[in-house]
């Protein structure tokens, strides 16, 4: 089935993106429960904005109201869903302005790796340079053949591979826990003329690395990290039921 279809399929009924749980204890639905709606959050089966149908889900995953409205609690915490006071819960708006704090932390971190990895030993590099040419290769099959999933995940790849070659573990958690708030707007912006853009401005990167150029190195990701910011406002334009300043 193409991801058309699919995403036909989903936007028809969203709660199809929901598998029916079985055989679990009351502590383990509701985290099950939890992972399969953060799930279908994060994939935007259900949209920033759409009322959640507690019954829906229950008949979908074959539970009862318990573990679904202590999912939604957790959710709630976690700041993918709000509960409107005698409306429902549903789904949290991309707030704009947590946006760009995650974009803040990961351009400082981000660029402070790159400008880093330019004056690393060349031998050290030896190994970097050839991974990220082989995903970068992977990316241009991908983007000619128009595979969003597979693009998204060689994306986070490409990401790994630069922070993993500093040495410093810490510094990759923090930019994954910004990464992780930015993937319902990074996949909202998931189009085959975004990929392009984003398989541009991976390959100067890498450019700007292999021939040690720190400042274009630095300049390179600063703006492929500010390009996601200018696309966002774009799509928040035509779309602004999505969004929340």
């Known amino acids: 089935m193409s991801d058309s ?21 009351r502590g383990s639905l509701t985290d099950a429960v939890a992972e ?16 959640i149908d507690k ?10 109201r318990f573990p679904v409205s202590a999912a939604l609690a957790k959710l709630a915490a976690a700041g993918l869903v709000e509960v409107l006071p005698q409306r429902g819960t549903r789904v949290m708006p991309i707030v704009m302005h947590d946006i760009r704090q995650h974009l803040f932390i990961r351009s400082a ?13 060349p031998n050290a590099m ?3 340079l050839g991974a990220l040419d082989a995903n970068l290769n992977r990316q241009r099959e991908i983007v000619a053949a128009g595979l ?12 790994e591979i630069l922070l993993d070659a500093t040495g410093l573990p810490r510094v990759k958690e923090i930019v994954a826990v910004s990464r992780s708030a930015l993937d319902r707007a990074r996949r909202l912006m998931a189009s085959p003329e975004r990929h392009a853009h984003t398989l541009a401005e991976h390959e100067r990167i890498v ?9 274009a190195a630095a300049h390179a990701m600063h703006h492929h990290l500010d390009e996601v910011v200018a696309e966002l406002r774009r799509f928040a334009s035509e779309r602004p039921d999505l969004f929340r300043e």
């Open 5 to 25: 279809t699919d995403d036909a399929s989903l936007a028809a009924d969203p709660y199809r993106a929901l598998e029916t749980l079985q055989g679990a204890g």
């Open 36 to 51: 399969a709606l953060r799930g279908a959050i994060i994939s935007l089966a259900m949209e920033p904005g759409m009322m």
């Open 55 to 64: 019954l829906a889900v229950c008949e979908r995953m074959g539970v009862s």
């Open 109 to 121: 971190l981000e660029v402070e790796t790159v400008r880093t990895l330019t004056s690393a030993s």
């Open 126 to 128: 030896i190994e970097v």
């Open 148 to 159: 969003r999933p597979e693009f998204h995940t060689l994306d986070l790849a490409f990401h």
């Open 207 to 215: 450019e700007a690395i292999r021939t040690r150029d720190a400042e």
